[in-house]
C-alpha cells in the first residue's frame, strides 16, 4: 500500500465527513451527496491520479453550483 495513496485517500474522506455534517445540518442536498461521494469513491477509484481528479471534482462541485 502506498502511503500517499493512503494519505489523499484519508484527506478526501474527512473533507467528505464534514461536508455530509454541514449538509445534513443546513439540508443542502449538494453537499450531503458530495460528502457521500467523497467517502465512497476512493473503495472504486485505484488510481492515486484518478482520486486526486475524483476528489478535487467533488471537492469543488458545490462551489461551482450555486444552489440556494
Do not use: N, Q
Not at 478526501?12 to 460528502?35: N, V
Not at 473503495?43 to 491520479?49: E, I
Not at 476528489?55 to 458545490?62: E, M, S
Amino acid at each position: 500500500m502506498d502511503p500517499y495513496k493512503l494519505f489523499v485517500e484519508f484527506l478526501f474522506g474527512m473533507m467528505g465527513t464534514g461536508y455530509f455534517i454541514y449538509g445534513k445540518k443546513r439540508g443542502h442536498y449538494l453537499f450531503l451527496g458530495c460528502g457521500v461521494g467523497l467517502g465512497l469513491f476512493p473503495y472504486f477509484v485505484d488510481s492515486m491520479w484518478a482520486i486526486v481528479l475524483v476528489g478535487a471534482a467533488l471537492t469543488g462541485l458545490p462551489f461551482l453550483i450555486r444552489m440556494e
